[in-house]
């Protein structure tokens, strides 16, 4: 079994591009009664997207998402209806519900219908199906095997995309032939890159691998997290900070003000998704070529070039959808085909017991409820540390908001410490 360090070799922009403002349009802050009646007012990123517009266009709707995570629970306010008959791979009980709550976050990311003040999914249209893996440390963590079977059976499923945000320091040739198979059965593959981007910034699979799509987080303002993990597995950023989730595994109340490239992986399927519903006809080469070329950008970024902290930019579905960014290409050509070239650093040589022992995390993230840039970023092709729109205004998104919020189920509120870090 080879597990080998990878790289992908394209042009990188030697600056570490961490900021894009082109890709939010500021407006007015949220009265504080809006602010504390639901989630949809701390999901900042639904208005900067223009998500009304979007909706017009595509809502997600005949396409499944496969979410590779802890499990769904189907009964949340946000996902009754929208979840599908699941798999568990954990060999444990054959269920697929959630022992953890952060499989149940990233499904209403996706698809939520923000019903009774939940969480409102960028895609509400989309369908979900669960496939359950064990993380590491819970009782779940049986299946040696689990990161590959759930993407072979994920392959399997009628799903289009496969959501996982999901990371780990290593991988094995079963996980590089299951992605290689998911994607000969067309599926659109993303995940987390992982959050230690200010600690080891280690590669983290699946994200590295040559098939997935690798998704940095962004905050409000578009600069990438301090934790979110930079280099060559960057594919694409989407945002990941300051997103609500549940708390924990009793499914009573969101804790606010959450963090990690896990948020930013589901916001990223969402996307694709809404535009794979828009052109159903399309294969996920085009599609995920859209997405590359329509992603927010700030200004002066050299065309053909990437960022290790963005990718090819910000997702902005919007772009694409309301205005006709992007262009789908050849349909059998993967966008990822020049890019995902055997590398030069990341990942661990893993036994399949090495790779058990570790187990599996949800792309988690550091406590600290600041966002910074990576350290010593800047705004490609300007001087200046905030990019301008297209109509040359500043950029920036300035928030009211009760960073404690938490909902609490049967409609009370009340005020938690953050007490998740997925």
Known sequence: MAAGKTTRSRERLTCGVALVGAWVIGFAGLAPSAAAADMRAEQWYLDAMHVDDIWKKSTGKGITVAVIDS??????????????????????????????????TMAELIAGTGHSGSIQGLAPGAKIVPIRIGFKDSAYDKNVWDIEDA???????????INMSISSEFKTDRMVEAAKYARSKGKLLFAGTGNTGDEDNKAAYPAALAEVVGVAATDREGKVGEFSQHGSTVDIAAPGKDVPSWCDAKFQEYCSGQQGTSHATAIASASAALIWSAHPDWTANQVLRVMFESAGRSEGWKAGTTSSYLGHGIVRPNAHLTRGLGKPGDPGVSPLADENAPAASGGSSASPAASASPGTSAPGSSQSPQGAPAPGSTVAGSSENTAKADDGMPLGLVLGGAAAVVVVAGGAFALVRRRRTA
């Open 151 to 161: 993407i072979r059976a994920a392959a399997d499923s009628d799903a289009q995309i």
């Open 71 to 104: 499990g769904v629970n189907a009964s949340t306010d946000a996902l009754k209806g929208q979840v599908l008959r699941g798999i568990d791979v954990t060999k444990v009980d054959g269920k697929t519900d959630d022992y953890d709550g952060h499989g149940t």
